[in-house]
């Protein structure tokens, strides 16, 4: 079967740094998403990769290793504002998006 | 404002109404779906439509009816529906059903349903 994980729930303080890991086992690969849900909002678009490496942009990351089957979202200099839900998303081979269940991060001051 | 709105935000309902939700999106895409959004769980993909056709229903129980009568409108019946459905019910739009771009979705920010 398919499968993404992704830790449930993340603590960190506002100002540092955190990273949220993304696994995934898909039948094919055609992109990896991260999507930033607030509570009660809409889940919005952060990143996209499809090749191996580092996607910078702002004060957020993505990186992606296909041969581990592997993403983190790296978020420098956090805000409170970053509380919230970070859901990863696979795209498998018939261009479906495989979901995982979020990480809620909390930032604390 | 992702430019995807969804009516009503939250709704309650009893086993046997009959109620429809409703979603319009303002970008001039050409695909549109729904998702059911349970805590703690993945995003479950309902419905998909391609210029207003429907090209994916995954086994969604026949009380979920969906409806689009143009690329910019889709709806969601619900009949008989179980304290199970209860669920936060988001559209999302898109460009491409498959391939082409990164084929990023924009959401809208749900209905929150209740079954009682």
């Known amino acids: 079967g398919q499968n993404i994980d992704q830790p449930t729930e993340m603590t960190a303080t506002e100002g540092a740094i955190v990273q949220i890991n993304c696994t995934y086992q898909?039948?094919?690969?055609?992109?990896l998403f991260w999507y930033q849900q607030h509570a009660g909002e809409a889940p919005t678009f952060l990143s996209y990769n499809v090749l191996d490496g580092l996607e910078e942009k702002g004060r957020f990351s993505s990186f992606l290793s296909r041969s581990k089957g592997y993403s983190y979202l790296l978020l420098k200099e956090l805000q409170m504002k970053d509380s919230a839900s970070y859901l990863c998303?696979?795209?498998?081979?018939?261009?479906?998006?495989?979901w995982g269940a979020g990480t809620k991060l909390i930032i604390k001051p | 404002e992702t430019g995807v709105t969804q009516t009503p935000r939250h709704l309650v309902m009893g086993m046997t109404n009959k109620k429809s939700l409703k979603c319009e999106q303002h970008l001039g895409h050409n695909a549109m779906y729904w998702y059911k959004q349970s805590a703690k769980k993945p995003l479950e993909l309902m419905f998909v439509?391609?210029?207003?056709?429907?090209?994916e229903n995954n086994s969604v129980p026949s009380r979920f009816s969906p409806e689009c009568p143009n690329s910019s409108h889709l709806f969601l019946h619900l009949h008989t529906l179980q304290p199970e459905d209860s669920a936060l019910y988001l559209c999302a739009s898109s460009p491409f059903s498959e391939g082409g771009t990164t084929g990023e979705l924009f959401f809208g920010e749900g209905s929150r349903l209740t079954v009682l």
């Open positions: 998303a696979v795209r498998d081979s018939n261009y479906q998006l495989i």
């Open positions: 439509y391609n210029f207003k056709e429907q090209t």
């Open positions: 898909t039948s094919g690969f055609n992109g």
